[in-house]
């Protein structure tokens, strides 16, 4: 991967764009989560149905706060696990974007622990959802994910081969977490963290 690449990608994305990007799992189809143009395009490409939600990338954890209702649950799987490879699901704030939330108000939170992740967030939240059509194959080399996209995407940062698994999804918004999906950190694990001073 070279500083060109994640240039030409946060260009890409101040400028409404598609992007192909590494985060700590799997490469991710993505765009500035706050262009409603942008991420009405992105799920067209990635054939993905609006109202089922996509799940954001901060820089920071006080953005994803102002994005969502944080809850102690949250807080506590935040201060155990982030940055890593978690999605908090979360009721959305009235500052979250409407076109990147399920149809029943919710928002999945992410904060990766990746370094050229992080460089192209400096252009703002990222949409971050798998590199791949609707029910394709993740792909785990950038060649694959260009092979999905071509020309639809306007930038592609390689970082080598990414195997995932994809991150672990937890919904937060209760007392304690609930696991969605069972990724990297184990239910065991979530529900350690999630019930501590509770």
Same mark, same amino acid.
């Given at each position: 991967?070279? =500083? +060109?690449?994640?240039?030409?990608?946060? @260009?890409? #994305?101040r400028a409404g764009e598609l992007? $192909?990007?590494?985060?700590?799992? #799997?490469?991710?189809?993505g765009?500035?989560? =706050?262009?409603e143009a942008a991420v009405r395009r992105l799920l067209s490409v990635a054939d993905r149905p609006p109202g089922k939600g996509l799940s954001v990338i901060f820089a920071r954890l006080e953005r994803a706060r102002a994005w969502s209702t944080w809850t102690d649950a949250a807080q506590? #799987?935040?201060e155990a696990f982030l940055p890593g490879s978690l999605t908090l699901i979360l009721e959305a704030s009235p500052r979250s974007p409407r076109t990147i939330l399920a149809d029943e108000g919710t928002i999945g939170i992410r904060h990766v622990d990746r370094e050229a992740t992080m460089e192209l967030l400096e252009a703002g939240?990222?949409?971050?959802?798998?590199?791949n059509p609707a029910g394709r194959d993740?792909?785990?080399t950038? @060649? @694959?994910?260009?092979?999905?996209?071509? =020309? +639809? $995407?306007?930038?592609?940062?390689?970082a080598g081969r990414l195997d995932g698994p994809s991150s672990t999804v937890v919904d937060a918004r209760g007392e304690?977490?609930? $696991?969605?999906?069972?990724?990297?950190?184990? +239910?065991?694990?979530?529900? @350690?963290?999630?019930?501590?001073?509770s």
């Open positions: 991967m070279v =500083d +060109e690449e994640i240039q030409a990608a946060r @260009e890409a #994305l992007v $192909v990007y590494p985060t700590d799992t #799997l490469y991710g189809l765009c500035l989560a =706050d262009r506590r #799987l935040a939240p990222i949409v971050a959802t798998s590199a993740p792909p785990t950038i @060649e @694959e994910a260009r092979a999905y996209f071509g =020309d +639809e $995407v306007a930038a592609y940062v390689d304690r977490g609930t $696991v969605i999906r069972e990724g990297p950190i184990s +239910e065991d694990q979530i529900q @350690e963290a999630s019930s501590r001073g």
